[in-house]
């Protein structure tokens, strides 16, 4: 199997917000491709970590510092020279937005123009994948799947900062980006995702793998509520695939895509925390406790529409949910039970991935 037709391999690669769930991940796929990695981060953004677990400060070309500070991210950016940039540093969690909504917006919206300041001025050959949400689009709370050209926005601060970012990216590409023959750059939108190694506040799965890791029941606030629960690799998968038709093919150059789940990978709260139970070998009458406790107003269901990148990119999901469920949990077994190499394991689970992407004739997998 040739992955993403070999691009990667020798290329300097830079990602911000390398040292989180997604980037950890995506790092870990790229060394695998043979990509040399450059990181920018202001932490490690938990305790623990999946880039600390996996030792992945040892394997690629750190740097910390802060996305709003132009300067400093600037002269990185130029020391570095990247082949390729993928964009992922931001405030990501949604509670965090109501007790820092300044500090959110400035992340992900200063952030953004920085890394935006830094493409414009650019005078080498660069690709790059800038990653925004499917939190960018204006949830009017109907039932269909949002398409790339749907109205921007958000009534809350995190939704809000990711649809000013949008805006953001739109104009310095308008403005100077698209005139440059040297840069091809794309927009990348996906929802909630899943997968081993995250420890972030207020997701599922991860409080669930908390819980069960001292025998307890996970508390959850809304059993019923349902989420269209998609592995990380599956959105990764299709940032990498989008980065290779811009570098090979430039089709595809200035647009957004969606990178969803298929319809069928929706299930509620319950289902999916009863489901790992099982995987992990718990009772699942045991595993949840509901509790009426809402701290903060959520967005209602939010479907993406990924028609585009199935037509432009040839893209689709690949695991089933039993699958990605099964994958989550042996990560976090394997965490907490202590007796596996973390690095290897993560490892195993993208080839894993790969080769259901082949027998699937994903044209990134061939
Ligand atoms: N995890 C999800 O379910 C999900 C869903 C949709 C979109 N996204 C988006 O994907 C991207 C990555 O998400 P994640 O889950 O890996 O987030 P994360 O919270 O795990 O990691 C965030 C990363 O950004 C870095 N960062 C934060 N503030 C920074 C700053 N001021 N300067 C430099 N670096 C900074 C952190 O150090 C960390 O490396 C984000 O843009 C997020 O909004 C994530």
Redesign the pocket.
């Known amino acids: 199997m040739t992955m993403y037709n070999q691009i990667f391999k020798d290329k300097k690669i830079l990602i911000?917000?390398?040292?989180?769930?997604?980037?950890?991940?995506l790092t870990t796929w790229l060394l695998k491709c043979g990509a040399k990695v450059y990181?920018?981060?202001?932490?490690?953004?938990?305790k623990p970590?999946m880039?600390e677990v996996l030792g992945l400060e040892k394997q690629i070309k750190q740097c910390?510092?802060?996305?709003?500070?132009k300067k400093h991210?600037v002269d990185y950016y130029n020391e570095v020279q990247p082949d390729f940039i993928f964009?992922?540093?931001?405030?990501?969690?949604v509670s965090t937005s109501y007790s820092e909504p300044f500090?959110t917006i400035?992340?992900?919206v200063i952030?953004t123009a920085t890394v935006m300041e830094a493409i414009r001025q650019t005078t080498w050959n660069v690709t790059a994948v800038v990653?925004?949400?499917?939190?960018a689009y204006d949830n009017v709370e109907w039932i269909w799947g949002y398409r790339e050209n749907d109205a921007m926005g958000g009534k809350d601060v995190?939704s809000g900062s990711?649809g000013a970012?949008e805006l953001t990216i739109k104009s310095y590409w308008h403005s100077f980006i698209k005139h440059m023959p040297n840069v091809k750059m794309g927009v990348a939108?996906?929802?909630?995702?899943?997968g081993g190694g995250?420890w972030?506040c207020d997701?599922i799965v991860v409080d669930t793998v908390k819980a069960f890791s001292n025998e307890m029941a996970v508390e959850i606030r809304s059993p019923k509520a349902t989420r269209p629960w998609q592995h990380?690799l599956e959105?990764l998968s299709g940032y990498l695939r989008l980065a290779q038709a811009l570098y090979e093919e430039s089709i595809t150059n200035g647009e957004a895509f969606n990178f969803g789940p298929r319809a069928e990978q929706t299930k509620t709260v319950k289902q999916l925390v009863e489901d790992i139970a099982v995987n992990w070998g718990m009772d699942k009458d045991k595993a949840v406790q509901v509790t009426g406790h809402v701290p903060f107003e959520e967005a209602k269901l939010l479907k993406l529409n990924c028609d585009k990148a199935l037509a432009y990119l040839n893209w689709h999901s690949v695991l089933s949910y039993e699958e990605t469920v099964k994958m989550i949990t042996d990560w976090y077994l394997g965490y907490y039970e202590g007796d596996s190499d973390l690095l290897i394991l993560t490892q195993q689970q993208i080839s894993e991935f790969e080769k259901e992407a082949n027998l699937q004739k994903q044209p990134w997998a061939v």
């Open positions: 911000t917000g390398n040292t989180g769930f997604k980037g950890s991940w990181g920018y981060s202001i932490d490690v953004p938990t970590s880039f910390y510092g802060d996305i709003r500070d991210f964009h992922l540093a931001a405030q990501a969690i500090d400035a992340t992900n952030g990653i925004t949400s499917d939190k995190y990711k970012a939108r996906a929802g909630n995702v899943i995250d972030s997701r990380v959105p």
